[in-house]
């Protein structure tokens, strides 16, 4: 009987593998064939397996959902026992590009901040997403997004505004302008995010009254602002030498120096000061919004001086029939002291003199700018009786002249002096008026 044939077992590789994977329920694949469908091939514990290899150069691969897959290279040489593969596969993530309008949004998702907009968040795992977009003055918006794979997703928040804007524009380039008192530029300007309610404007720019508004706005209400600035007028001091002269401005009489105006509007304006007896003078000056200016006139005198005296004192003179002094006592007998009458105008001019009991005097006389024109004069007396002497031969009329205790003189004809004896008196006296 023949003995039985057995056939040969071919013996096992000598190299023993052991493959790790995390997390364990990941798939092994070894040369892009499934762990499980090699011979010998077993499953330790649940992410653990064994396998014996030939030397040579392997593949071992790993793959599990939501992960992202994983390769790693095997080299077994002659001789070797043992060998270890272990892999910890990463979470897969997804890519999520969040925008919002206006940008610099804060991005919040499931609490945790992940900056400002725009941003690309790279290392959320796969799933459904709330994203909260939040911006001062803006209200807070909430999406929702999901993430299947790598493919990157856009999540764009378009942001509603909880506060008003102010479109500013002004009639006075660059003016400084200010909301609810904080400066926001110079017109033109928009100004953003003004909280809803009573809100003051204000504007400032040099020569131009200051610029203050009340209005209320809403929210997300876009208000435009028109601000007309009112320019200050210029101020202007006008003085003179001497003073009291007669100001005009573009002919217009506005009082007598020293005079200060505060109400000119910006421009040129003309001026011209009047003094009797003084040359008038003008000039022209250019006043910008809310200058003030001063302007000084020294006059020129235009008129001489009279200096008069008279005999006797006590005469009235007239200039072109004006009364302009009396001549005074002087220290010599019948001759006047000096009538000195200032500020006449040059040229000619009539003098009349008069004094009661006198015949009057006229007289013409030329007077030169800033001299003194000297005038003496000498007045007739009229010969008008005033007193009465009563005596035994009869009644004598005349000018009285003095009395003492033993006589009364009278000139009783022009240049005939009389005196009466008091005892021969039996009356005498003024003259009664008829």
Not at 205 to 213: I, K
Not at 336 to 363: M, Q, R, T, W
Request: hydrophobic share 40%; glycine share 8%.
């Amino acid at each position: 009987m023949e003995a039985p044939v057995v056939a040969a077992v071919p013996a096992q590789p000598a190299c023993r593998v052991e493959i790790e994977a995390d997390p364990a329920g990941a798939e092994i694949l070894l040369d892009h064939k499934p762990l499980a469908d090699w011979p010998g091939a077993m499953s330790v514990e649940p992410g653990k397996w064994e396998v014996r290899l030939d030397p040579g150069d392997y593949l071992v691969g790993f793959k599990a959902e939501d992960y992202d897959p994983a390769t790693a290279p095997l080299r077994v040489r002659q001789g070797d026992a043992r060998a270890l593969v272990a892999r910890t596969l990463a979470k897969t993530t997804g890519l999520a590009l969040l925008t919002s309008d206006p940008p610099e949004a804060e991005i919040t998702i499931d609490g945790v901040s992940f900056g400002r907009t725009p941003r690309m968040i790279s290392d959320l795992a796969l799933g459904t997403w709330q994203a909260t977009f939040s911006l001062p003055s803006f209200k807070a918006q909430t999406l929702q997004f999901t993430l299947k794979d790598r493919t990157p997703v856009a999540v764009a928040a378009k942001l509603s505004s909880d506060s008003a804007t102010l479109e500013i524009v002004a009639n006075v380039a660059d003016a400084e302008i200010s909301v609810n008192g904080a400066p926001r530029g110079r017109a033109p300007c928009t100004v953003e995010r003004i909280p809803a309610g009573e809100v003051v404007i204000e504007a400032k720019a040099h020569g131009y009254r200051d610029f203050t508004l009340k209005v209320r706005v809403g929210e997300a209400e876009r208000l435009p602002v028109d601000v007309r600035m009112e320019p200050l007028p210029a101020s202007l001091s006008v003085y003179s030498i001497p003073v009291g002269a007669r100001v005009y401005i573009d002919n217009n009489y506005r009082g007598e120096s020293s005079l200060t105006l505060d109400d000119l509007a910006p421009g040129v304006h003309r001026i011209r000061v009047e003094k009797d007896g003084f040359d008038p003078m003008a000039r022209t000056v250019s006043l910008g919004r809310g200058d003030s200016a001063t302007e000084e006139f020294r006059l020129r005198a235009n008129t001489g001086k009279l200096s008069i005296t008279s005999v006797p004192a006590g005469v009235t003179v007239f200039v072109d029939g004006v009364k302009s002094g009396e001549t005074p006592p002087g220290e010599v007998k019948d001759l006047s002291g000096v009538l000195e009458i200032d500020s006449v105008a040059e040229g000619p001019h009539s003098l009349k003199f008069s004094k009661p009991g006198y015949y009057e005097k006229s007289a013409e006389c030329l007077v030169r700018r800033g001299e003194t024109t000297l005038q003496r004069i000498e007045l007739a007396r009229q010969f008008i009786p005033d007193y009465e002497v009563v005596t035994e031969t009869g009644a004598h009329k005349g000018i009285f002249l003095s009395i003492t205790p033993t006589a009364v003189r009278m000139e009783t004809s022009p240049g005939v002096v009389s005196q009466y004896p008091i005892l021969n008196i039996i009356s005498h006296g003024p003259l009664k008026e008829k």
